[in-house]
């Protein structure tokens, strides 16, 4: 049994309240490239990051900025956060991560999903009346071409037929790891147990025990499919900050959290976070995962002990924060935070 501990970004640009115009998009990308690195360096386990088709976050392509940071790290695995596959073309997204997984010497994952945000079926094209038929038939492609990408035979509705191309370039593994991010709806937790794929749950809000029978429910209809255990993994993502005391990282979180989710034009997405609310996502069974070190780590034990994770995944950097300020969260979750969680269950440390 193994528990792995990373971060992820979604690379949000949020406005400058002085120029009233976004915060710059290369420069994010960059303090995001330089997070990833102080985690490799830190030795956490796993860098994400997301995919988005808004004026509103940095970075539409993860392959890219991770091929980057694959040239500046030397272990840490690199994954999407997730890959958009509904609105992508499955032989882009394999050959984008199979040259992820060559450079950066067998380091590269997908985390496929559906997203929540529209955007991207109207920049490419595609009908919302179709969003699960669509996402269903890219991932069956996808899993064609990551069983054989030398020979791919497939057909389907929203695409052009393969038959028997092959997918260059191959991965440097002969089998890209593949997970499915979802956010705890019936159907996409079955599709990931009936495919017996690894499973992020995006947890943002609400109780973590109410995750529990979803999660389990994953793991009867993986079961009932016939895939071993072993392959029926769990991973959890959600918003996160550790700092040096707990009223202290409460305090300095706050304005970000409240800045990163309240509505913005155009599309008004998004809610309006009391300093109530946000107390009772933070306690002890609420999905915001913030506070000393201490607290973090009894958080993210209190998350193993209910679901069985294979891996914990923290947004380290919304809202605005300062580059200091997520550098710090990195620096205590790996030397403070991760020692003691593998310590506490007994896995090797680094």
């Known amino acids: 049994m193994t528990v792995e501990i ?42 994400g990051l997301g995919e988005h088709h808004s004026p509103d976050f940095a970075v539409a392509n993860p392959a890219v900025p991770l091929a980057a940071i694959a040239q500046a790290t030397d272990r840490i695995r690199l994954t999407s956060a997730v890959s958009v596959l509904s609105t992508a073309d499955p032989v882009r997204v394999h050959q984008d991560f199979a040259s992820l997984d060559l450079l950066s010497d067998g380091r590269a994952e997908i985390i496929a999903g559906r997203s929540a945000f529209t955007e991207a079926f109207r920049l490419f094209g595609i009908d919302l009346d179709d969003y699960d038929e669509v996402f269903t038939e890219k991932l069956r492609l996808l899993l064609a071409i990551r069983k054989n990408p030398d020979h791919v035979t497939w057909h389907g509705r929203f695409r052009p037929a393969l038959d028997g191309l092959p997918v260059p370039p191959l991965p440097r593994r002969p089998r890209l790891p593949l997970w499915l991010g979802v956010g705890g709806t019936p159907s996409s937790v079955e599709r990931a147990g009936q495919l017996g794929l690894p499973m992020v749950l995006g947890h ?23 895939h071993p255990v072993e392959q029926l993994r769990l991973g959890i993502s959600t918003h ?28 008004g997405r998004g809610w309006q976070v009391s300093r109530a609310d946000f107390d009772a996502v933070s306690s002890p069974y609420g999905a915001l995962v ?16 209910l679901l069985g994770l294979d891996r914990f995944l923290g947004q380290v950097d919304f809202g605005g924060m300062p580059t200091s300020m997520v550098h710090e969260s990195i620096e205590l979750l790996a030397t403070e935070v991760a020692p003691a969680i593998r310590k506490e269950l007994g896995l090797p440390t680094l």
Do not use: M, N
Request: net charge negative; glycine share 10%; charged share 25%.
């Open 204 to 226: 943002i809000g609400g109780d973590i025990r109410r995750a529990r029978a979803a999660v389990e429910h994953y793991r009867a209809v993986g079961a009932e499919a016939g």
């Open 6 to 47: 990373g971060i992820l970004s979604l690379s949000d640009l949020q406005t400058d309240p002085a120029t009233g115009t976004l915060h710059d998009a290369g420069r994010r990308t960059r303090e995001i490239v330089s997070y990833a690195v102080a985690a490799d360096q830190a030795g956490l386990d796993v860098f």
């Open 240 to 267: 996160f900050y550790v700092g040096a005391t707990s009223q202290g990282a409460r305090d300095d979180l706050f304005p970000y959290y409240r800045e990163y989710l309240r509505p913005k034009p155009p599309t």
């Open 290 to 305: 913030a506070g000393s070190p201490q607290e973090v780590i009894d958080k993210i034990l209190t998350e193993h002990d």
